[in-house]
């Protein structure tokens, strides 16, 4: 039923296809099908796991690589935010620790001296999670979204 409304809320809104024309802006980057949203949903939670600044950069150079829904994407990095940050981090650098075979850091301090001096224990680890997280559980979800998007329509047709 969502996918039905936003086909025809958003094909068929001449706003957006006259914002496309004044910016020369490709419209296949702006399609609604089932193979664009889901190629949006994993390039968006791939960045999404990454930790670095300007995660929406890393969506607009995809769009030189790959085609997909870039709003899709650009919701999907919205999912991580400042107050998401630091759980999914931590759980980044938990899983990092786990694929590496580590132990980590104890005595863990919040305080800026503290990361300064432990930054490179940390981000090794870090990064080998967000890796993990980037490739397979944004697979993970793009797999359901494409699963749930085809059930979906075999039981529109059923009806």
């Given at each position: 039923?969502?996918?039905?409304?936003?086909?025809?809320?958003?094909?068929?809104?001449?706003?957006?296809?006259?914002?496309?024309?004044?910016?020369?802006?490709?419209?296949?980057?702006?399609?609604?099908?089932?193979?664009?949203?889901?190629?949006?949903?994993?390039?968006?939670?791939?960045?999404?796991?990454?930790?670095?600044?300007?995660?929406?950069?890393?969506?607009?150079?995809?769009?030189?690589?790959?085609?997909?829904?870039?709003?899709?994407a650009l919701l999907a990095i919205l999912s991580t935010n400042p107050i998401t940050y630091p759980p999914i981090w931590f759980l980044e650098y938990k899983t990092g620790l786990f694929l590496l075979g580590e132990s980590g850091i104890k005595n863990i301090s919040l305080s800026v001296e503290w990361f300064m001096n432990n930054?490179?224990?940390?981000?090794?680890?870090?990064?080998?999670?967000?890796?993990?997280?980037?490739?397979?559980?944004?697979?993970?979800?793009?797999?359901?979204?494409?699963?749930?998007?085809?059930?979906?329509?075999?039981?529109?047709?059923?009806?």
């Amino acid at each position: 039923m969502i996918r039905k409304y936003l086909k025809r809320k958003i094909n068929n809104a001449d706003k957006i296809n006259d914002f496309l024309e004044k910016y020369n802006l490709p419209k296949i980057y702006f399609i609604f099908n089932r193979k664009l949203v889901v190629k949006g949903i994993y390039i968006g939670y791939f960045w999404a796991f990454i930790p670095m600044p300007m995660q929406f950069l890393g969506i607009f150079l995809s769009t030189l690589i790959f085609r997909f829904n870039v709003f899709v994407a650009l919701l999907a990095i919205l999912s991580t935010n400042p107050i998401t940050y630091p759980p999914i981090w931590f759980l980044e650098y938990k899983t990092g620790l786990f694929l590496l075979g580590e132990s980590g850091i104890k005595n863990i301090s919040l305080s800026v001296e503290w990361f300064m001096n432990n930054w490179d224990n940390i981000v090794y680890p870090l990064y080998i999670g967000s890796a993990f997280f980037s490739i397979f559980i944004s697979a993970l979800i793009a797999l359901i979204v494409n699963f749930l998007w085809k059930h979906s329509v075999l039981k529109e047709r059923a009806n």
